[in-house]
């Protein structure tokens, strides 16, 4: 049974850090690529980050870039985001994803798992 689960998201002020991370069992972790998604209260769920099954590819949506930074670690199993300079718009549930090829791409749909999702609440 594969599991993916979220932890890290909290409430931080605007211009704060965050590390989410998302600890995936029961799959070849090294044979999926990652992603992570979010989504705010009214709004469909959007592209943030990706990264390829070796972690040598990544791609970020425009509105991350610069200030979001995705990691993995195929010993531990787990996937990372590293959120800087957040602002109130970055407030979200955060969800991480595997996909089966080497790199995920920005579409939600060609994903194969998803996990439960973590809080992440920006105040100004």
């Known amino acids: 049974q594969v599991q993916l689960v979220e932890s890290g998201g909290g409430l931080v002020q605007a211009g704060g850090s965050l590390r989410l991370s998302c600890a995936a069992s029961g799959l070849t972790f090294v044979t999926y690529a990652m992603g ?22 990544t791609a970020y949506a425009d509105s991350v ?23 109130p718009e970055d407030s979200a549930v955060y969800y991480c994803a595997s996909r089966y090829t080497v790199i995920g791409g920005p579409s939600g749909d060609a994903y194969d798992y998803w996990g439960r999702g973590t809080q992440v609440t920006v105040s100004s």
Do not use: C, H
């Open 65 to 87: 870039k610069g200030r979001f930074m995705i990691s993995r670690d195929n010993a531990k199993n787990t996937v990372y985001l590293q959120m800087t300079s957040l602002k």
């Open 36 to 57: 992570w998604f979010r989504q705010a209260p009214g709004k469909e769920r959007e592209f943030v980050a990706t990264i390829s099954r070796k972690g040598g590819i």
